[in-house]
């Protein structure tokens, strides 16, 4: 008699590493949304931090209501690099606007 598995053995095996993968593949996505948005969360607050640093350091130029470019807070050594966003691994090349007491992302200060 020789040893070795029948292909209904093989291929019950595929099917239930398949079923796991299947059962365990949209958790591992959902994992990693969750952590690129935290990632994005936290870039903002860095970049939020960063640009009411600047605007303290140049309280005289600076505007009630500013917006300040993320190449300015790179330049002025506020950031140390440029940011890449988490989600789609792209660079960020936008600027900061405080406005009433809230900050938002904005794709470049001549948009006010």
Do not use: H, R, W
């Amino acid at each position: 008699m020789k040893k070795g598995f029948t292909l209904v053995e093989v291929l019950a095996v595929i099917v239930i590493i398949g079923l796991i993968f299947l059962i365990a593949f949209p958790t591992m996505l959902n994992s990693i949304k969750k952590s690129q948005d935290k990632i994005d969360d936290n870039t903002f607050e860095l970049l939020k931090n960063a640009s009411k640093e600047y605007a303290s350091d140049n309280i005289d130029n600076i505007e009630d209501n500013y917006c300040i470019d993320v190449n300015t807070l790179i330049s002025g050594g506020y950031i140390d690099e440029d940011i890449i966003t988490a989600k789609d691994n792209k660079l960020l090349n936008k600027a900061i606007k405080y406005n009433e007491n809230t900050y938002e992302i904005v794709e470049s200060c001549s948009n006010e």
